[in-house]
């Protein structure tokens, strides 16, 4: 399978870079799936959304995203957020905690990192 270059950076840090067969993130238009070869795009990232990436491994990479951008050139997809964080680093009892919070931003960001961590919200 053809393969491309995927670079997922937030604000603070780069949370992964690699090579990639396919990617999936939700923009303010929809869902987007992004093979290798695709037309270039531009699309801004909903607040409390996923983004998958499928490794050349077979691994798949899953980050749960709050704003920013996707870029899809010819030299392959940037994600660039304004903060986002790796499935493994999400504390799922501290998001589960924030589901009940007051503030709607809070809310969103924590159903997005149950998502991103598989657990339901």
């Known amino acids: 399978m053809a393969e491309m270059s995927v670079e997922l950076v937030a604000v603070e840090r780069r949370l992964w870079s690699g090579t990639a067969t396919f990617v999936v993130a939700q923009t303010t238009e929809g869902e987007i799936g992004i093979l290798s070869g695709h037309e270039p795009v531009l699309g801004q990232l909903v607040e409390g959304g996923v983004v998958k990436v ?3 491994d077979g691994e798949t990479v899953c980050a749960a995203v709050h704003g920013g951008f996707l870029s899809v050139t ?11 964080e790796l499935s493994d680093e999400i504390d799922v009892n501290a998001a589960k905690a924030a589901l009940s919070a007051d503030d709607e931003t809070e809310r969103t960001r924590a159903t997005a990192q149950l ?4 657990q339901s919200a």
Do not use: Q
């Not at 997809?77 to 903060?83: D, K, N, P, R, W």
């Open 54 to 56: 499928t490794t050349t």
């Open 74 to 84: 010819g030299a392959g997809v940037s994600i660039l957020a304004e903060s986002a």
């Open 115 to 118: 998502r991103a961590a598989g």
